[in-house]
């Protein structure tokens, strides 16, 4: 049973919510998890300018994902920051690539699920994820979140991300704010879920 994490970040703090994804992915017994990037669309001189090359340096050994391969997953768990409540263009141009899977019906069933991060407490973190939810459902995708048995969503004792749409982080408005122990956690939590039902699925 495969499980692909597919991802996009900037400065780093999708990254480590992808890598807490995939720990919790592996936890399930015959789960063959890998981390892909989507293609940056950015110039290198633009992310120095950001001060994101950096960053980006540190998860440079993350393959490029390929659209085609999408196909071979049994589930896929896709992260963005959030741009103005929505994906971001990184991750909208990739899956607006995936229109021969689409044709061919080659996503049909599999298991999509979607982690975040923005900024701000209410940044869009949920309307990121329910927008992002309409592609899945177009290619026929069973969309999977995080279920309240996650006790983390209910830490009302700290400023944190999570809800039953997907795990989220937030950043803080220049990027100082790396993912908490209990977004981390209720990542992990996702990625265990969403390949336990995936291995359901598998089953049948």
């Known amino acids: 049973m495969k499980v ?7 400065y780093g ?8 994804v995939a720990a919790g992915a592996r936890q399930v017994p015959g789960a063959e998890v890998t981390l892909f990037q989507v293609p940056e669309i950015i110039p290198d001189e633009a992310l120095i300018k950001a001060g994101a090359k950096k960053a980006r340096d540190t998860f440079a050994h993350i393959p490029v994902a390929q659209v085609e391969k999408l196909a071979e997953a049994d589930a896929i768990i896709f992260g963005t920051p959030t741009r103005f409540g929505n994906m971001c263009a990184q991750m909208r141009g990739f899956l ?18 979607v ?7 209410h940044g869009g973190q ?28 209910l830490n009302m004792k700290e400023i ?8 989220t982080t937030l950043s803080d408005a220049d990027g100082s704010r790396m993912p908490s122990e ?23």
Do not use: C
Request: charged letters at 15%.
């Open 126 to 153: 949920e309307t990121t994820i329910t927008s992002f939810h309409t592609t899945l459902i177009h290619h026929g995708m069973v969309i999977v979140g995080v279920p309240y048995a996650e006790p983390r969503l």
């Open 182 to 204: 209990n977004e981390l956690a209720i990542a992990q939590f996702q990625g265990r879920h969403v390949a336990e039902v995936a291995a359901k699925l598998a089953r049948k």
């Open 4 to 10: 692909q994490v597919v991802f996009y970040s900037m």
């Open 96 to 113: 607006d690539r995936t229109t021969q899977l689409w044709m061919s019906g080659a996503l049909i069933g599999k298991v999509g699920s």
């Open 160 to 167: 944190s991300g999570g809800s039953p749409y997907g795990a």
């Open 115 to 121: 982690f975040v991060s923005t900024a701000s407490q």
């Open 13 to 20: 703090h999708v990254y480590q919510m992808a890598e807490a």
